[in-house]
């Protein structure tokens, strides 16, 4: 399958910066699906927050025929994606 959204243009509602690094959005669309954070390879991640969100610019009109999410194994957080939306801008 294509992945219209690999190494795109990406944005989040916040970056997470700990002591090792920060977690920026471009994480969540560079074709890893390596989840578990912290480790040889990265995930996008957000400060702990209200409706914190995730976005992708894929730069012209594209059809849409399925979207993949992975979770990222965060042991101290609570993963819990509650929605998603495909909007044209």
């Known amino acids: 399958m294509y992945n219209a959204a690999l190494d ?24 890893s699906r390596h989840t578990v954070y912290r480790t040889v390879t990265y995930c996008a991640v957000t400060e702990i927050e209200i409706n914190p969100w995730w976005a992708v610019d894929l730069g012209h009109p594209t059809a849409i ?23 044209d801008l």
């Open 65 to 87: 025929y399925g979207v993949a999410v992975t979770s990222s194994v965060y042991t101290s957080r609570k993963t819990n994606i509650t929605g998603l939306a495909v909007l």
């Open 8 to 31: 795109r243009p990406a944005y989040q509602s916040s970056v997470l910066m700990d002591s090792y690094r920060a977690y920026p959005a471009h994480y969540g669309n560079d074709g």
